[in-house]
T-cell receptor, first 112, second 111 residues
Framework: DADVTQTPRNRITKTGKRIMLECSQTKGHDRMYWYRQDPGLGLRLIYYSFDVKDINKGEISDGYSVSRQAQAKFSLSLESAIPNQTALYFC???????????FGPGTRLTVL | GENVEQHPSTLSVQEGDSAVIKCTYS??????FPWYKQELGKRPQLIID?????GEKKDQRIAVTLNKTAKHFSLHITETQPEDSAVYFCAASNSDYKLSFGAGTTVTVRA
Protein backbone atom coordinates (compact mmCIF):
# COMPACT_ATOMS: atom_id res chain seq x y z
CA ASP A 1 0.00 0.00 0.00
CA ALA A 2 1.16 3.53 -0.72
CA ASP A 3 2.31 5.12 2.51
CA VAL A 4 4.11 7.93 4.29
CA THR A 5 7.17 6.91 6.33
CA GLN A 6 9.41 8.78 8.75
CA THR A 7 12.90 8.18 10.11
CA PRO A 8 13.97 8.03 12.83
CA ARG A 9 10.91 7.12 14.91
CA ASN A 10 12.55 8.19 18.15
CA ARG A 11 15.54 10.43 18.80
CA ILE A 12 17.18 11.79 21.90
CA THR A 13 19.72 14.56 21.41
CA LYS A 14 21.45 17.34 23.30
CA THR A 15 21.02 21.09 23.17
CA GLY A 16 22.95 22.65 20.30
CA LYS A 17 23.10 19.55 18.11
CA ARG A 18 21.96 19.54 14.49
CA ILE A 19 19.17 17.09 13.79
CA MET A 20 17.53 15.96 10.55
CA LEU A 21 14.19 14.19 10.35
CA GLU A 22 13.38 12.40 7.11
CA CYS A 23 10.03 11.83 5.42
CA SER A 24 9.36 9.66 2.38
CA GLN A 25 6.12 8.88 0.58
CA THR A 26 4.97 6.48 -2.11
CA LYS A 27 1.56 8.11 -2.58
CA GLY A 28 2.68 10.25 -5.49
CA HIS A 29 1.37 13.43 -3.87
CA ASP A 30 2.97 16.79 -4.69
CA ARG A 31 2.00 18.50 -1.42
CA MET A 32 3.97 17.68 1.73
CA TYR A 33 3.85 19.15 5.24
CA TRP A 34 5.70 19.08 8.56
CA TYR A 35 3.78 19.50 11.83
CA ARG A 36 4.69 19.36 15.47
CA GLN A 37 2.31 18.06 18.12
CA ASP A 38 2.40 19.18 21.73
CA PRO A 39 -0.12 18.16 24.41
CA GLY A 40 -3.11 20.51 24.42
CA LEU A 41 -1.93 22.44 21.35
CA GLY A 42 -3.01 20.18 18.53
CA LEU A 43 -0.95 20.02 15.35
CA ARG A 44 0.90 23.15 14.31
CA LEU A 45 2.31 23.65 10.83
CA ILE A 46 6.08 24.19 10.57
CA TYR A 47 6.73 24.18 6.80
CA TYR A 48 5.03 22.97 3.65
CA SER A 49 5.92 22.32 0.03
CA PHE A 50 3.78 22.07 -3.09
CA ASP A 51 6.50 20.79 -5.41
CA VAL A 52 10.20 20.04 -5.67
CA LYS A 53 12.24 23.06 -4.53
CA ASP A 54 9.05 24.87 -3.39
CA ILE A 55 9.26 25.84 0.31
CA ASN A 56 6.73 27.79 2.40
CA LYS A 57 6.77 28.78 6.05
CA GLY A 58 4.03 27.66 8.38
CA GLU A 59 2.97 29.23 11.66
CA ILE A 60 6.00 28.08 13.71
CA SER A 61 8.98 27.95 11.32
CA ASP A 62 11.56 29.70 13.54
CA GLY A 63 14.40 27.35 14.47
CA TYR A 64 13.59 24.91 11.66
CA SER A 65 14.52 24.49 7.99
CA VAL A 66 13.39 22.06 5.31
CA SER A 67 14.54 20.61 2.03
CA ARG A 68 12.48 19.18 -0.84
CA GLN A 69 14.95 17.73 -3.33
CA ALA A 70 12.58 15.11 -4.75
CA GLN A 71 8.81 14.67 -4.97
CA ALA A 72 8.91 11.72 -2.60
CA LYS A 73 11.14 13.23 0.09
CA PHE A 74 10.78 16.16 2.48
CA SER A 75 13.30 16.58 5.28
CA LEU A 76 13.11 18.76 8.38
CA SER A 77 16.24 20.10 10.09
CA LEU A 78 16.86 21.65 13.46
CA GLU A 79 20.13 23.53 13.06
CA SER A 80 20.75 23.93 16.79
CA ALA A 81 18.25 21.98 18.86
CA ILE A 82 16.82 23.46 22.06
CA PRO A 83 14.75 21.77 24.80
CA ASN A 84 11.46 23.45 23.82
CA GLN A 85 11.69 21.67 20.46
CA THR A 86 10.97 18.44 22.32
CA ALA A 87 7.77 17.23 20.66
CA LEU A 88 6.17 14.69 18.36
CA TYR A 89 6.79 15.55 14.71
CA PHE A 90 4.53 14.44 11.89
CA CYS A 91 5.06 14.55 8.16
CA UNK A 92 1.98 14.55 5.92
CA UNK A 93 1.06 14.47 2.26
CA UNK A 94 -2.07 15.82 0.63
CA UNK A 95 -4.04 14.52 -2.32
CA UNK A 96 -4.66 17.48 -4.63
CA UNK A 97 -7.73 15.83 -6.17
CA UNK A 98 -9.81 15.67 -2.98
CA UNK A 99 -7.73 17.49 -0.30
CA UNK A 100 -7.39 14.39 1.87
CA UNK A 101 -4.28 14.55 4.04
CA UNK A 102 -2.29 11.50 5.15
CA PHE A 103 0.12 11.44 8.07
CA GLY A 104 3.33 9.54 8.65
CA PRO A 105 3.83 7.54 11.87
CA GLY A 106 5.59 10.39 13.66
CA THR A 107 9.04 11.04 15.15
CA ARG A 108 9.35 11.54 18.89
CA LEU A 109 12.19 14.00 19.48
CA THR A 110 13.65 14.73 22.90
CA VAL A 111 16.17 17.54 23.33
CA LEU A 112 18.04 17.41 26.64
CA GLY B 1 -4.81 33.19 9.15
CA GLU B 2 -7.39 30.60 10.13
CA ASN B 3 -8.11 30.00 13.83
CA VAL B 4 -9.93 26.82 14.86
CA GLU B 5 -11.29 26.35 18.36
CA GLN B 6 -12.45 22.97 19.62
CA HIS B 7 -14.60 22.02 22.62
CA PRO B 8 -14.62 20.20 24.93
CA SER B 9 -10.99 19.30 25.56
CA THR B 10 -12.02 16.08 27.31
CA LEU B 11 -15.20 14.04 27.05
CA SER B 12 -16.20 10.94 29.01
CA VAL B 13 -19.25 8.97 27.88
CA GLN B 14 -20.92 5.73 28.85
CA GLU B 15 -20.67 2.98 26.25
CA GLY B 16 -23.69 3.17 24.00
CA ASP B 17 -24.27 6.89 24.54
CA SER B 18 -23.55 9.62 21.99
CA ALA B 19 -20.56 11.96 21.88
CA VAL B 20 -20.55 15.43 20.33
CA ILE B 21 -17.48 17.58 19.64
CA LYS B 22 -17.83 21.16 18.41
CA CYS B 23 -15.45 23.40 16.48
CA THR B 24 -15.57 26.99 15.32
CA TYR B 25 -13.46 28.62 12.63
CA SER B 26 -12.62 32.22 11.80
CA UNK B 27 -11.95 32.36 8.04
CA UNK B 28 -15.19 32.55 6.05
CA UNK B 29 -13.24 31.37 2.96
CA UNK B 30 -12.60 27.95 4.53
CA UNK B 31 -14.29 25.25 2.49
CA UNK B 32 -12.96 21.89 3.68
CA PHE B 33 -13.44 20.48 7.18
CA PRO B 34 -11.90 17.10 8.04
CA TRP B 35 -11.96 15.20 11.32
CA TYR B 36 -9.05 13.04 12.45
CA LYS B 37 -8.89 10.31 15.07
CA GLN B 38 -5.60 9.64 16.85
CA GLU B 39 -5.27 6.53 18.96
CA LEU B 40 -2.60 6.39 21.62
CA GLY B 41 0.87 6.22 20.02
CA LYS B 42 -0.53 6.27 16.49
CA ARG B 43 -0.74 8.75 13.65
CA PRO B 44 -3.87 10.88 13.06
CA GLN B 45 -6.26 9.14 10.67
CA LEU B 46 -9.00 10.82 8.64
CA ILE B 47 -12.42 9.52 9.72
CA ILE B 48 -14.80 11.87 7.93
CA ASP B 49 -14.76 15.19 6.13
CA UNK B 50 -17.28 17.72 4.87
CA UNK B 51 -17.07 20.40 2.22
CA UNK B 52 -18.78 23.77 2.29
CA UNK B 53 -21.39 22.85 -0.29
CA UNK B 54 -23.17 20.39 2.07
CA GLY B 55 -24.61 20.74 5.56
CA GLU B 56 -24.37 17.18 6.85
CA LYS B 57 -22.58 13.95 6.09
CA LYS B 58 -22.94 10.52 7.70
CA ASP B 59 -20.83 7.38 7.69
CA GLN B 60 -22.27 4.58 9.82
CA ARG B 61 -22.05 5.75 13.47
CA ILE B 62 -20.34 9.07 12.77
CA ALA B 63 -21.77 12.24 11.29
CA VAL B 64 -20.57 15.76 10.76
CA THR B 65 -22.67 18.91 10.46
CA LEU B 66 -21.60 22.29 9.12
CA ASN B 67 -23.17 25.71 9.71
CA LYS B 68 -21.40 28.13 7.38
CA THR B 69 -23.33 31.15 8.62
CA ALA B 70 -22.27 30.59 12.20
CA LYS B 71 -18.86 29.21 11.17
CA HIS B 72 -19.07 26.09 13.22
CA PHE B 73 -19.06 22.35 12.59
CA SER B 74 -19.59 19.35 14.81
CA LEU B 75 -18.76 15.65 15.00
CA HIS B 76 -21.39 13.26 16.30
CA ILE B 77 -20.60 9.68 17.32
CA THR B 78 -23.60 7.50 18.13
CA GLU B 79 -23.69 4.20 20.03
CA THR B 80 -20.16 4.72 21.31
CA GLN B 81 -17.91 1.71 21.78
CA PRO B 82 -14.62 1.28 23.68
CA GLU B 83 -12.67 1.46 20.41
CA ASP B 84 -13.96 5.01 19.94
CA SER B 85 -11.68 6.11 22.80
CA ALA B 86 -9.05 8.37 21.22
CA VAL B 87 -8.11 11.99 20.62
CA TYR B 88 -10.20 13.67 17.92
CA PHE B 89 -9.04 16.71 15.95
CA CYS B 90 -11.10 19.01 13.79
CA ALA B 91 -9.47 21.08 11.06
CA ALA B 92 -10.35 23.72 8.49
CA SER B 93 -8.80 24.64 5.17
CA ASN B 94 -9.38 27.14 2.42
CA SER B 95 -7.95 27.15 -1.07
CA ASP B 96 -4.40 27.70 0.21
CA TYR B 97 -4.25 23.97 1.00
CA LYS B 98 -3.13 24.44 4.59
CA LEU B 99 -5.03 22.72 7.35
CA SER B 100 -5.50 24.56 10.65
CA PHE B 101 -6.22 22.15 13.51
CA GLY B 102 -8.17 22.45 16.71
CA ALA B 103 -6.42 21.56 19.97
CA GLY B 104 -8.07 18.14 20.17
CA THR B 105 -10.67 16.35 22.30
CA THR B 106 -9.76 13.31 24.37
CA VAL B 107 -12.76 10.97 24.29
CA THR B 108 -13.02 8.17 26.85
CA VAL B 109 -15.77 5.58 26.49
CA ARG B 110 -16.59 3.93 29.83
CA ALA B 111 -17.60 0.28 29.68
Amino acid sequence: DADVTQTPRNRITKTGKRIMLECSQTKGHDRMYWYRQDPGLGLRLIYYSFDVKDINKGEISDGYSVSRQAQAKFSLSLESAIPNQTALYFCATRDSTNNEQFFGPGTRLTVL
Amino acid sequence: GENVEQHPSTLSVQEGDSAVIKCTYSDSASNYFPWYKQELGKRPQLIIDIRSNVGEKKDQRIAVTLNKTAKHFSLHITETQPEDSAVYFCAASNSDYKLSFGAGTTVTVRA
